[in-house]
C-alpha cells in the first residue's frame, strides 16, 4: 500500500457527463499529480500541484480540469466525456516538488 | 520535450535467469530515472530509482545503471522469481527545476514473464 488514496475506485458513465475523481496523498505529501493510462497512449502526465497551486501542466486537455485543497486533497474534474476517455486515471504524490512520487491504485474510469 | 523509449516491449524468461530492460532518453536536462512496477489491478509501484550524478545503483535483486553521455539507463533483474512478472516502466524527469515540477515521463513498459 502506497499511502495514496484514489476514489472511486470504478466508474461507469455515459458520453456528454461529468465525473469528479478524489485523490488523497501520502501523509506529510505537498505535491499531487494526475496520470492517465490508456492502452494507445501509455502513462501520459497530465498535470501537478505542489501545496495547492499549480506547477506543470501536460497534455491535459480543456475539458479536464483539477484542483488541490487546502487539506492537500486533489480532484481531477472530467467534462463532455467522450468514448476516448475510457482509461485509468492515477494521482501520485511527492513530498516535496522533485522526488520520488508514489502512485495510488487509479480509477478505471468507462465511458459508453 | 522529453521522449523515453523502452524495449523490449515483451520479455520472457526462465525461473532463475536475469532480465534486462533498456530505456533511452531524449532531453539532456533529466536527471531523475525512477522504475515502477505495474501489477495487474494495480497502481505503478516504485521499485528503483537512480539520479544523474550516479552510474549505478542497486537493491537486492535489481540493479539500474545510468550512462548520462548516451542518454540510457537500464533495468537489471537477476535470479527472476514468478513473482517478477508485471508490467515494469522507466521514467525520466529533470528534477529540481520549478518551471518543469518533477512530471514524469513513462516509456512504453515491457512485460514480463518468468516461467517457473
Known amino acids: 500500500d502506497s499511502g495514496v488514496t484514489q476514489t472511486p475506485k470504478h466508474l461507469i458513465t455515459a458520453t456528454g457527463q461529468r465525473v469528479t475523481l478524489r485523490c488523497s496523498p501520502r501523509?506529510?505529501?505537498?505535491?499531487v499529480y494526475w496520470y492517465q493510462q490508456s492502452l494507445d497512449q501509455g502513462l501520459q502526465f497530465l498535470i501537478q500541484y505542489y501545496n495547492g497551486e499549480e506547477r506543470a501542466k501536460g497534455n491535459i486537455l480543456e475539458r479536464f480540469s483539477a484542483q488541490q485543497f487546502p487539506d492537500l486533497h486533489s480532484e481531477l474534474n472530467l467534462s463532455s466525456l467522450e468514448l476516448g476517455d475510457s482509461a485509468l486515471y492515477f494521482c501520485?504524490?511527492?513530498?516535496?516538488?522533485?522526488?520520488?512520487?508514489?502512485f495510488g491504485q487509479g480509477t478505471r474510469l468507462t465511458v459508453v | 520535450g522529453e521522449n523515453v523509449e523502452q524495449h523490449p516491449s515483451t520479455l520472457s524468461v526462465q525461473e532463475g535467469d536475469s532480465a534486462v530492460i533498456k530505456c533511452t532518453y531524449s532531453?539532456?536536462?533529466?536527471?531523475?530515472f525512477p522504475w515502477y512496477k505495474q501489477e495487474l489491478g494495480k497502481g505503478p509501484q516504485l521499485i528503483i530509482d537512480i539520479r544523474s550524478n550516479v552510474g549505478e545503483k542497486k537493491d537486492q535483486r535489481i540493479a539500474v545503471t545510468l550512462n548520462k553521455t548516451a542518454k540510457h539507463f537500464s533495468l537489471h533483474i537477476t535470479e527472476t522469481q514468478p513473482e517478477d512478472s508485471a508490467v515494469y516502466f522507466c521514467a525520466a524527469s529533470a528534477s529540481g527545476i520549478k518551471a518543469a515540477g518533477n512530471k514524469l515521463t513513462f516509456g512504453g513498459g515491457t512485460r514480463v514473464l518468468v516461467k517457473p
Open positions: 532531453d539532456s536536462a533529466s536527471n531523475y
Open positions: 501523509s506529510g505529501d505537498l505535491s
Open positions: 501520485a504524490s511527492s513530498v516535496e516538488g522533485d522526488t520520488e512520487a508514489f
